[in-house]
């Protein structure tokens, strides 16, 4: 059974860090490309971050320069260090693992962030 358990979020101030932790299990860790997605009220769930099993990255628009994506594969959990936060950031997290034509989701992490 594969899953995919988010950690690291919570309440910061505009242009303040979090590191997001997104820890899975029961999947070839090393394979899988795993990505963060977030979805705002009313809005298509968007791509934050995805990152290979050999370490290529791919970011969204509005996070270039400000957030970074890395990865353990001896630990099996990828980072999303999130810096110079703003309050459109708020919202929660998915982790996604896609291996094999299948994808995964985690159950999220809420960022918020305070003006």
């Known amino acids: 059974q594969v899953q995919l358990v988010e950690s690291g979020g919570g309440l910061v101030q505009t242009g303040g860090s979090l590191n997001l932790s997104c820890a899975a299990s029961?999947?070839?860790?090393?394979?899988?490309?795993i990505g963060w997605y977030r979805q705002v009220l009313g809005k298509r769930r968007e791509l934050v971050a995805d990152?290979?099993?050999?370490?290529?990255?791919n970011y969204g628009g509005s996070v270039k320069g400000r957030f970074t994506i890395s990865r353990d594969n001896a630990k099996n959990t990828v980072y999303l260090q999130m810096n110079s936060l703003k309050p459109e950031d708020t919202t929660v997290y998915y982790c996604?693992?896609?291996?094999?034509?299948?994808?995964?989701w985690g159950q999220g992490t809420q960022v918020t962030v305070s003006s």
């Open positions: 996604s693992a896609y291996n094999n034509g299948y994808t995964y």
């Open positions: 029961g999947i070839t860790f090393s394979s899988s490309r």
């Open positions: 990152i290979t099993g050999g370490g290529m990255t």
